[in-house]
């Protein structure tokens, strides 16, 4: 299975971003996929999470500002992002469940900065 994040970049405070990762190659269904994020110095950490019946999980950090949605004919999930913080600043990794296997994305850098 493989996963292709997009839709980072640099962005003011304040600011909003849509990430998006589509997976290929699965043969069978996914189940829950998520995003992540690894900021410098910092260990990966937990974002936002969305089973494949649509129920939702967020970190504290994220809550009221973050958005995790899913287009399960594309296998894709979306993160939209917004009011966002410099500290938001991190590589974004998306990955997803195949039964008990777990796939990771490349990352994708966002920059939150004036």
């Given at each position: 299975v493989q996963l292709q994040a997009s839709g980072g970049g640099l962005v003011q405070p304040?600011?909003?971003l849509r990430l998006s990762c589509a997976a290929s190659g699965s043969r069978f269904s996914i189940?829950?996929?998520?995003?992540?994020?690894?900021?410098?110095?910092k260990q990966r950490e937990l974002v936002a999470?969305?089973?494949g019946g649509r129920?939702?999980?967020?970190?504290?950090?994220?809550?009221?500002?973050?958005t995790i949605s899913r287009d399960n004919a594309k296998s894709t999930v979306y993160l939209q992002m917004s009011s966002?913080?410099?500290e938001d600043t991190a590589v974004?990794?998306?990955?997803?469940?195949?039964?008990?296997?777990v796939y990771w994305g490349q990352g994708t850098q966002v920059t939150v900065s004036s």
């Open positions: 304040g600011g909003s189940s829950t996929m998520g995003w992540y994020r690894q900021a410098p110095g999470t969305i089973t129920l939702t999980n967020y970190a504290d950090s994220v809550k009221g500002r973050f966002l913080k410099p974004y990794y998306c990955n997803c469940h195949v039964y008990t296997n």
